[in-house]
Nanobody, 116 residues
Framework: QLQASGGGLVQAGGSLRLSCAAS????????MGWFRQAPGKERELVAA????????YYADSAKGRFTISRDNAKNTVYLQMNSLKPEDTAVYFC???????????WGQGTLVTVSS
């Protein structure tokens, strides 16, 4: 089970840190990702991190502004978002993909609203 938190209302240029806490004992076997879905748009991948934290991926829209990280001891993945823009407004979802069998799990989403 994945529990996302940290969303909220922030002014353009501000920062937020999202957290996604996972239950269970196998967190380190999952690659983790943050997706977002804006109203009327498809869900898109924002950032991803492999099971060890050694490899990360960022969408072009997130490069230089967002940082994904994980703490396997706390079963948590983070998304630090800086220099937020109104176009970052969306529901953000965390995603877990098992590195062995590709099983995928989704969190419930947390709303980020960036005002101009």
């Amino acid at each position: 089970q994945l529990q996302a938190s940290g969303g909220g209302l922030v002014q353009a240029g501000g920062s937020l840190r999202l957290s996604c806490a996972a239950s269970g004992r196998t967190f380190s076997t999952y690659g983790m990702g943050w997706f977002r879905q804006a109203p009327g748009k498809e869900r898109e991948l924002v950032a991803a991190i492999n099971w060890s934290g050694g490899t990360t991926y960022y969408a072009d829209s997130a490069k230089g502004r967002f940082t994904i990280s994980r703490d396997n001891a706390k079963n948590t993945v983070y998304l630090q978002m800086n220099s937020l823009k109104p176009e970052d407004t969306a529901v953000y979802f965390c995603n877990a993909r098992n590195r062995y069998d590709n099983r995928v799990h989704w969190g419930q989403g947390t709303l980020v609203t960036v005002s101009s």
